[in-house]
């Protein structure tokens, strides 16, 4: 199984500050490895999705929001955070299952 | 706007059997890979299980092997999770979604919450 590690687990940021989230996988995925938001209470909402330098946002996800990275090593770039972006942050692997895979999450937090 | 809305999920005894349900609206149902994936209470996703168009192939984690089934029935745009032999880690919320077969979860459902406990 390819296991997905995200770093670091609570990442605490300013309104309007850049964010960088980071996704491992224990093998390569390529580029398939897709990044969802999820705030309390409620569904994960895919954020972005594939990679190579190209990464490509969902519907309605806004431009701040970047994803980059292939192989093992991949990254979430949050430009400016605004206030509903403080949420928690799941990586996934698409490229060998099953089974797909999760990492354990960031927590992006208001400092 | 797509939606997927689940139901069924309740609390049930260990060793007891639940069955969930996901009917879609405004999407090609037919068409997608489906997918269940599930959250233990304050936990990471989990994926379970997914189904092909057809239902011709389903994948499953091996912690649900032989006691989970997938399922779906495109004439009624709704896809279904069979689970026996229910144990205490399968309390979570279960999601149903859209993709998984070399495609990210694009829709999700709101959830559905599933308690086993005596």
């Known amino acids: 199984d390819i296991v997905m590690t995200q770093s670091p687990a609570t990442l605490s940021v300013s309104p309007g500050d850049r964010a960088s989230l980071s996704c491992r996988a224990s093998q390569s995925v390529r580029g398939n490895l897709a990044w969802y938001q999820q705030k309390p209470g409620q569904a994960p909402r895919l954020l972005i999705y594939g990679a190579y330098g190209a990464a490509t946002r969902a519907t309605g996800v806004p431009a701040r929001f970047s994803g980059s990275g292939s192989g093992t090593e991949f990254t979430l770039t949050i430009s400016s955070l605004q206030s509903e972006d403080f949420a928690v942050y799941y990586c996934?692997?698409?490229?060998?299952?099953?089974?797909?895979?999760f990492g354990g999450g960031t927590k992006v937090e208001i400092k | 706007e797509v939606q997927l809305v689940e139901s069924g999920g309740g609390l049930v005894q260990p060793g007891g059997s639940l069955r969930l349900s996901c009917t879609a609206s405004r999407l090609t149902f037919s068409s997608y890979w489906m997918s269940w994936v599930r959250q233990a209470p304050g936990k990471g996703l989990e994926w379970v299980a997914n189904?092909?168009?057809?239902?011709?192939?389903?994948y499953y984690v091996d912690s649900v092997k032989g006691r989970f089934t997938i399922s779906r029935d495109n004439a009624k745009n709704s896809l279904y999770l069979q689970m026996n032999n229910l144990r205490a880690e399968d309390t979570a919320v279960y999601y149903c979604a859209t993709g998984g077969y070399y495609w990210p979860f694009e829709y999700w459902g709101q959830g559905t919450l599933v308690t086993v406990s005596s």
């Open positions: 996934q692997q698409y490229d060998n299952w099953p089974p797909l895979t």
């Open positions: 189904i092909k168009q057809d239902a011709s192939e389903k």
